[in-house]
T-cell receptor, first 112, second 111 residues
Framework: DAGITQSPRHKVTETGTPVTLRCHQT?????MYWYRQDPGHGLRLIHY???????DKGEVSDGYSVSRSKTEDFLLTLESATSSQTSVYFC???????????FGQGTRLTVV | RKEVEQDPGPFNVPEGATVAFNCTYS??????FFWYRQDCRKEPKLLMS???SGNEDGRFTAQLNRASQYISLLIRDSKLSDSATYLC????????????FGTGTRLLVSP
């Protein structure tokens, strides 16, 4: 299995609180992604990174920010959690173009 | 229009049946194509890449039709363990490579 881990795996938080999810890889892959998965929507890209300090927005980036200060870590922050951000969050990595992506095990986030 | 579209199913088939899924994509500049499998409450995992010439891996066959912009997955001799959601994934390069996922097709194989 690809060396990619997400933490925490489960979290319950209150509306209005900040939350940070961590994705850690040991593969030295250049590209990292954060997706959320909701029923009826499939996987939707939140943010992605193409290198250290190089990040950009995906299709559902509102309310989220990311940081990548090291190749191995990609952090996703919900600045002020809302109930609509209750979801399963997946991190993915890949080496480059034309290559498959490997996913972390997911983080199940509930905002109450 | 969604960039990648799939029939959500579910497809209910008996063991031993042959089942086919299709997926269409909107961006003709798409570069690479994949099928992923996702089990309930688990992460997606690569099932197979899809090549222009078509490719086969055991009971699974993937086809790509660039002219019509669709991808197919054929599963022969279905097993109970094939029950899962199958995600069509397209790698698009619009200045930056981007993996775009279909919503998935659910397959239920029954005894």
């Amino acid at each position: 299995d690809a060396g990619i881990t997400q933490s925490p795996r489960h979290k319950v938080t209150e509306t209005g609180t900040p939350v940070t999810l961590r994705c850690h890889q040991t593969e030295n892959h250049r590209y990292m992604y954060w997706y959320r998965q909701d029923p009826g929507h499939g996987l939707r890209l939140i943010h992605y990174s193409y290198g250290v300090k190089d990040t950009d927005k995906g299709e559902v980036s509102d309310g989220y920010s990311v940081s990548r200060s090291k190749t191995e870590d990609f952090l996703l922050t919900l600045e002020s959690a809302t109930s609509s951000q209750t979801s399963v969050y997946f991190c993915a990595i890949n080496r480059g173009s034309d290559t498959e992506a490997f996913f972390g095990q997911g983080t199940r986030l509930t905002v109450v | 229009r969604k960039e990648v579209e799939q029939d959500p199913g579910p497809f209910n088939v008996p063991e031993g049946a042959t089942v086919a899924f299709n997926c269409t994509y909107s961006n003709s500049a798409s570069q690479s194509f994949f099928w992923y499998r996702q089990d309930c409450r688990k992460e997606p995992k690569l099932l197979m890449s899809v090549y222009s010439s078509g490719n086969e891996d055991g009971r699974f066959t993937a086809q790509l039709n660039r002219a019509s912009q669709y991808i197919s997955l054929l599963i022969r001799d279905s097993k109970l363990s094939d029950s899962a959601t199958y995600l069509c994934v397209v790698l698009m390069n619009t200045g930056f490579q981007k993996l775009v996922f279909g919503t998935g097709t659910r397959l239920l194989v029954s005894p």
